[in-house]
T-cell receptor, first 115, second 114 residues
Framework: AQSVTQLDSQVPVFEEAPVELRCNYSSSVSVYLFWYVQYPNQGLQLLLK??????LVKGINGFEAEFNKSQTSFHLRKPSVHISDTAEYFC?????????????FGEGTQLTVNP | EPEVTQTPSHQVTQMGQEVILRCVPISNHLYFYWYRQILGQKVEFLVS????????KSEIFDDQFSVERPDGSNFTLKIRSTKLEDSAMYFCASLLWDSPYEQYFGPGTRLTVT
């Protein structure tokens, strides 16, 4: 079984400031890692994913995340945020063992970017 | 760009009634999923569907729930006798077999049980 913990439920930042959203996971098997974003009244959109290889992955809208196997973490970062980045962000994992496996989500982090 | 669609966007029903939530996955996708998100809580997996049968289900997905792909394009979730605790946002998702494991999500159906 897998579990995901997002350490901050709410992160307020000012526009153009850097931001880091933290994610830790627990799993008895190797996993793929994902970050999804949910804008108000919309579905979940994939920001980025880690499948294998380089531990630093880049996604859409200037976001990046770094996989740290020893710390079982997959923190999301952006060097300079915009008002439009205000949204809920979800970290998720799925086991590598089979295709089509379920996603297990964290509780979500509400990022609010203030002018 | 192809997208997953869901209808209705909001459904209000009385406790004990049956509801059917509908989804149209992306046309060439092979795996289909239902997730739900109770207000203020995390997104939870309900069920996955592949090759016209359930491939995995969670402990939430009890006998009150069923899924169907009736016509090769729609994917439905039926709740036979709704309870107050079924009130949630229900998300449909689909996955291409050999894609980089990206599940594409629909906008969700908000189910309110009164």
């Amino acid at each position: 079984a897998q579990s995901v913990t997002q350490l901050d439920s709410q992160v307020p930042v000012f526009e153009e400031a850097p931001v880091e959203l933290r994610c830790n996971y627990s799993s008895s098997v190797s996993v793929y890692l994902f970050w999804y974003v949910q804008y108000p009244n919309q579905g979940l959109q994939l920001l980025l994913k880690y499948l294998s290889g380089s531990t630093l992955v880049k996604g859409i809208n200037g976001f990046e995340a770094e996989f740290n196997k020893s710390q079982t973490s997959f923190h999301l970062r952006k060097p300079s945020v915009h008002i439009s980045d205000t949204a809920e962000y979800f970290c998720a994992v799925s086991p590598k063992k089979t295709s089509g496996s379920r996603l297990t989500f964290g509780e979500g982090t509400q990022l609010t970017v203030n002018p | 760009e192809p997208e997953v669609t869901q209808t209705p966007s909001h459904q209000v029903t009385q406790m004990g009634q049956e509801v059917i939530l509908r989804c149209v996955p992306i046309s060439n996708h092979l795996y289909f999923y239902w997730y739900r998100q109770i207000l203020g809580q995390k997104v939870e997996f309900l069920v996955s569907f592949y090759n016209n049968e359930i491939s995995e289900k969670s402990e939430i997905f009890d006998d009150q729930f069923s899924v169907e792909r009736p016509d090769g394009s729609n994917f439905t979730l039926k709740i036979r006798s709704t309870k107050l605790e079924d009130s949630a946002m229900y998300f449909c998702a689909s996955l291409l077999w050999d894609s980089p494991y990206e599940q594409y999500f629909g906008p969700g159906t908000r189910l309110t049980v009164t």
